[in-house]
């Protein structure tokens, strides 16, 4: 059984750490540089870090951000926002990026997925996916639909159909973001998180709720989750990823101690 992974989200805004409530109400928190050290030194799994404006505003990402970060640590890093060529993949992946997140854009055009996973790699390629609750319809069966930009776009895709979609265009990881669940540390979207993790044999990393450690436990057990990734609850200072991996560790789930 491989180790379930904590991963660290840095929402990056105009250079600056940042934080919102459901896509909304977004402010500026702190460092992401000065975070993505403390973290790495903690004994994070992974770090993600998302250039939040840079589709909405149709921008390229801050190398020079993520060329900082990645100076900064030794571990798998991803970078997502703005992602709509293999030359920008290319280019995150030469600024230090391990992976790369596509959200926006693969939506927009799907052969995206596939001509980035034929360039650098399944494995370096993350589907990401901001999902909204509505009600099941014969358009949306699973009761979720895809949104883009920010969440400022919908699509009429339902969830479950792009995930499957991302598979098999060669995604090799998926990210799951409840929009309904983001920022407010209430906990995952479960039912989402599982149906996902249950319809597909990639690895699944759940976003958005995250505020308590048996939140974590909870989507990575009941939702069946790989990784389960963490933004406010560390950003605010109210937890650390040491202290985090050993409540897991203490209740019986696999994961990478520092010792």
Not at 67 to 95: C, H, M, Q
Not at 141 to 163: F, K
Not at 209 to 237: F, N, Q, W
């Amino acid at each position: 059984m491989l180790s379930k992974r904590i991963i660290a989200c840095l929402d990056v805004r105009d250079g600056k750490l940042a934080k919102s409530i459901k896509f909304k109400n977004t402010i500026d928190i702190g460092d992401p540089v000065e975070k993505a050290e403390e973290y790495y030194d903690d004994g994070l799994d992974e770090l993600v870090f998302y250039d939040i404006t840079a589709s909405s505003d149709r921008r390229n990402i801050m190398l020079d951000v993520v060329e900082a970060v990645a100076e900064k640590i030794y571990i798998p890093f991803s970078v997502g926002g703005g992602i709509r060529t293999v030359e920008d993949a290319n280019k995150l992946l030469w600024a230090g990026a391990e992976k790369i997140n596509l959200n926006s854009a693969a939506v927009e055009r799907p052969a995206l997925i596939e001509e980035c996973a034929h360039a650098i790699g399944n494995q370096n390629v993350v589907l990401s996916m901001d999902i909204l609750k509505v009600e099941a319809s014969r358009e949306f069966p699973s009761g979720y639909e895809i949104v883009i930009n920010g969440g400022r776009t919908a699509t009429g895709i339902d969830a479950l159909d792009w995930a499957l979609q991302g598979e098999l265009l060669g995604a090799g990881e998926l990210v799951v973001n409840s929009i309904d669940a983001d920022g407010t540390r209430e906990g995952y979207e479960i039912t989402l998180t599982r149906m996902i993790s249950e319809a597909v044999s990639l690895p699944v990393i759940a976003s958005g709720g995250a505020g308590t450690p048996e939140h974590l436990y909870e989507v990575l057990t009941e939702g069946k989750a790989d990784a389960a990734l963490v933004a406010s609850m560390l950003h605010y200072g109210d937890y650390t990823v040491s202290g985090l991996k050993k409540w897991l560790h203490d209740k019986g789930l696999k994961v990478r101690l520092n010792y």
